[in-house]
């Protein structure tokens, strides 16, 4: 059957209620998309259901809109199909069925992020043993206790805001060097 005689027939089946378009369609290509959904992470029961969805939604078409074919049905079947699959591939990205589960199915990386963590702040806390005293506390007054430069200025009795900016400017300098003089230490 070539295609305008499978669109005629699609068509005009469709307008009678009758299911013999389903079947002439089925057979001509859900091959298509049976291939598109295998290459992209899918199965065979994928294929049938986003197959069925697409037909569904070209029989609502036909009835609603006065649909014209402008190009073989089948064109039009693999498009929707195509793009419901690459719908519901998106929405499986961020769909999870429960914490739990995404836990049991990612608890290695969970565990190796949280020694990654565990080792991050470890060395930080060294870092910041090896200052001065001065800055240790001036260091855990900003990024601990969350104190505003204002602050800051009062307690330590900073002449202005600049002077307790470059103040803290230096102490995360001084992190920094002991960060790189490690660093380079760990490479030799």
Request: charged share 30%; with cysteine.
């Amino acid at each position: 059957m070539d295609r305008r005689t499978t669109n005629s027939v699609a068509i005009d089946d469709f307008k009678k209620d009758s299911n013999i378009a389903f079947g002439i369609l089925y057979q001509q290509y859900f091959r298509y998309t049976k291939k598109f959904i295998l290459k992209n992470s899918g199965n065979i029961e994928d294929a049938e259901d986003i197959f069925q969805d697409s037909l569904l939604i070209l029989y609502e078409k036909l009835n609603a809109d006065h649909f014209k074919a402008q190009t073989c049905l089948g064109n039009y079947i693999i498009g929707i199909s195509k793009n419901l699959w690459l719908k519901k591939l998106k929405n499986k990205n961020f769909y999870i069925t429960s914490p739990e589960d995404y836990f049991l199915e990612h608890q290695h990386e969970i565990s190796a992020a949280i020694e990654d963590e565990k080792y991050y702040w470890e060395k930080i806390l060294g870092y910041v043993k090896s200052i001065s005293s001065h800055c240790q506390n001036l260091i855990h007054d900003i990024f601990v206790e969350n104190k505003s430069i204002e602050e800051i200025q009062n307690k330590y009795q900073y002449s202005s805001k600049h002077n307790a900016q470059n103040q803290k400017y230096k102490c995360v300098e001084q992190i920094r060097k002991i960060k790189d003089k490690t660093f380079s230490a760990d490479f030799q």
